[in-house]
Every structure is written in C-alpha cells, then in structure tokens.
C-alpha cells in the first residue's frame, strides 16, 4: 500500500527558511492529489494553511507558501517565527475518494 | 462563524459500541461533504470516513470498513460515526471536518474540536 511520507523532524532558526515535503512510498505527488497542509499546536485541532497546493487560507501569513518541488509537494516557511514551532500535516487524495495524511513533521525553530 | 462541535465520546470496553454526534453551524450543512478524522495523542491524523452531502456515497478507510458506519441528517445539521465492534487500536481523538472546495479542490477546513473515544476493559 502506498504511504504518504513527511520528515519526522525539521529544525530552523529564527528568521530562516525551510521547506518541508511530502511525498509517495510509490508514484509522485501531482496537484491532482489535492495535497493540503495543516498546523496543530499542542491541545489544538488542526488549522488549516495551504490547500489546492499553493492557496492559503484566510488568515495565513504570507510566509507560508505551497508548491510542488519534483516529485513531492512542498510547505516552505520563509523568515520562521518561534511560533511556527509546532507540528505540520500534509493529505493527499490517494484516488477512489480514499484520503491520507503524511505522519507529520514536528518543526524546531532555534 | 463556521462552526462544527462533536459530542458522543467515552470510554468503551472492547468489542462495544458508540456513536458519535457533529452538528455543524454558521454554513449550509447540506451543500458540503463531510468527514471524520482521529487522532492518538503523539501521532498524526488519521482520514476515517466521508459522506456526500446527500448521503449517498461513503468512504471508508479500510480498518473501519464493516465497523464503522457514517451518516448525516441534513435537517438537523447533524453529522454522525456509529463506531462499532471497538479495538483498542480505535481509540483517539475523533474529529468531525468540512470538505471544502474550490472546483476542482477540495481541502479539510474547518475542523472541530474533537471528542474523545477511550477503547479499554
């Protein structure tokens, strides 16, 4: 069965830019896929930042941006800020209206 | 406000039942399909169930399938999960979650708050 893969752990500091992906154990990640990222802090459901790959929703920093890089799809955090250290998922549609959610990247920003 | 509140969790002994209660606020619950998702504390989400927003066509992550059963009740801006024959490996967070769309797109948003299902004798 393919899986949706993220880095398990990603650090940044202050200031500095990092691109997190998301990926296929087989195939490559294309816009049709719906690929979306979500935020969740500690306590908290998770928020939505990215959808359609590359739109953000309403209230996301700039900072945040989606793409496809290669063969995955990408969640870049331009300038990070100490609050942006927290956990982030990607979902993908995996066809047949069956949906998955990579197993998270815990971002460290220091 | 668009809002979506769950209700319905406890805990279960193995083997039990429990159904799981959504109901939707500040949109037109039945322009949208809906969605579950849980979540064990430490670990990422995980996609359970989808329904359309006529009730029609359901999805299901394969270690539910038989299991679970997902509804709606449109006139009631109501949501439900029917949970049934309970592992202990279902036990989480459940969320309840609007599809959201922008054709062709669709993207989880927004999410509830969660309720809680505890799977142990």
């Known amino acids: 069965q393919t899986v949706v893969t993220q880095e398990p752990s990603f650090s940044v500091s202050p200031g500095g830019t990092v691109t997190l992906t998301c990926g296929l154990t087989s195939g490559s990640v294309s816009t049709t896929d719906h690929p979306s990222w979500y935020q969740q802090t500690p306590g908290q459901a998770p928020r939505t930042l990215i959808h359609?790959?590359?739109i953000r929703s309403s209230g996301v920093p700039d900072r945040f941006s989606g793409s496809i890089l290669g063969n995955k799809a990408a969640l870049t955090i331009t300038g990070a800020q100490a609050d942006d250290e927290c956990d982030y998922y990607c979902l993908l549609h995996m066809g047949s209206g069956i949906w998955m959610f990579g197993g998270g990247t815990k971002l460290t920003v220091l | 406000e668009v809002q979506l509140v769950e209700s319905g969790g406890g805990l279960v002994q193995p083997g039990g039942s429990l159904r799981l209660s959504c109901v939707g606020s500040?949109?037109?619950?039945?322009?949208?399909?809906m969605t579950w998702v849980r979540q064990v504390p430490g670990r990422g989400p995980e996609w359970v169930a989808s329904?359309?927003?006529?009730?029609?066509?359901?999805y299901y992550v394969d270690s539910v399938k038989g299991r679970f059963t997902i509804s709606r009740d449109n006139a009631r801006n109501s949501l439900f999960l029917q949970l049934s024959s309970l592992r202990g490996d279902d036990s989480g967070l459940y969320y309840c979650?609007?599809?959201?769309?922008?054709?062709?797109?669709?993207?989880?948003?927004?999410w509830g708050q969660g309720t809680l299902v505890t799977v142990s004798s």
């Open positions: 979650a609007r599809w959201d769309y922008g054709n062709p797109w669709y993207w989880l948003d927004p």
């Open positions: 329904i359309k927003q006529d009730g029609s066509t359901k």
């Open positions: 500040g949109f037109t619950f039945s322009n949208y399909w």
């Open positions: 359609s790959t590359n």
